[in-house]
């Protein structure tokens, strides 16, 4: 899929990796519509990178229906989807106080693997409809895991569970939407210098990347950015959860 020319959807797009991402595909000649929550910095963002803003909540599974239809009506169509919207509630299985919360536990899987589904189905309708390029190709979707789908430490079950998921749902995704000539692929990050972390001390930094083979230091926003440029522009890259980790491999805590 070129860049130049290309009508893509950022969800998370306010900020970190997405933001990142949104930027590198403006920058290539690309279009963007910018989903996020409507108090965060989207609307500045979509007017620095001269897209569209579109507030929403990805929890809102029916009013993300009629944003992302808006999104794509804005754009002229839609060839390219990146999801990064996401995170966690910490807490044990069984804890001091008695087993982890289901209610706690659904809403990181609603809002992680759920979410993450239900923009992937409507992004896909709405790529159905593309003319193919010369590759037979009618759109790429990019969604976001963890490496803590594969190696979850302790407190983190509900999200394991959630970014497991996301990743375990990515070939099957993309061997139904094949025929389409859709491809769906996913990244998995470590730590990443966004949000929260990114305001964590250099000294916390080094401890908690200690693990990694090299870089031993927190991953850049833009670094998820270049991955996610080259999926789009690769048609073989497909059915995939590309692990953006540094060799990092999370110890138990």
């Not at 929550?37 to 929890?59: F, I, K, Q, T």
């Not at 229906?65 to 919207?85: K, P």
């Not at 803590?148 to 375990?168: L, M």
Request: proline content about 3%; some cysteine.
């Amino acid at each position: 899929m070129d860049i130049i020319g290309s009508r893509a959807i950022i969800i998370g797009g306010a900020s970190g990796m997405a933001r990142a991402t949104a930027t590198r595909i403006v920058d290539g000649g690309g279009a963007v519509a910018i989903l996020d929550r409507e108090e965060s910095a989207g609307a500045d963002v979509a007017a620095e990178l001269n897209g569209s803003w579109h507030p929403c909540n990805v929890l809102d599974f029916e009013g993300i229906e009629v944003v992302i239809a808006e999104a794509v009506e804005a754009l002229g169509g839609l060839d390219i989807a990146v999801n990064t919207a996401g995170g966690g509630k910490a807490g044990r299985t069984v804890g001091r106080e008695g087993p982890f919360s289901l209610d706690d536990f659904r809403s990181v899987i609603d809002l992680n693997l759920i979410g993450t589904f239900n923009t992937n189905r409507l992004c896909a309708w709405h790529m159905s409809k593309n003319e193919p390029n010369e590759d037979e190709e009618r759109g790429v979707m990019i969604n976001t895991a963890s490496i803590a789908a594969f190696e979850g430490q302790i407190g983190q079950v509900a999200y394991t569970a959630a970014k497991a998921g996301v990743a375990g749902m990515t070939l099957t995704m993309a061997r139904d939407l094949g025929t389409l000539g859709i491809r769906v692929n996913t990244i998995a990050p470590s730590l990443f210098a966004t949000g929260l972390t990114a305001r964590v001390t250099e000294d916390r930094a080094e401890n908690l990347t200690k693990d990694a083979a090299f870089p031993k230091r927190m991953g850049r926003p833009d670094e998820y950015g270049r991955l996610a440029i080259a999926i789009i522009e690769n048609p073989m890259l497909n059915g995939d959860t590309i692990r953006l980790d540094g060799g990092q491999r999370f110890s138990p805590r």
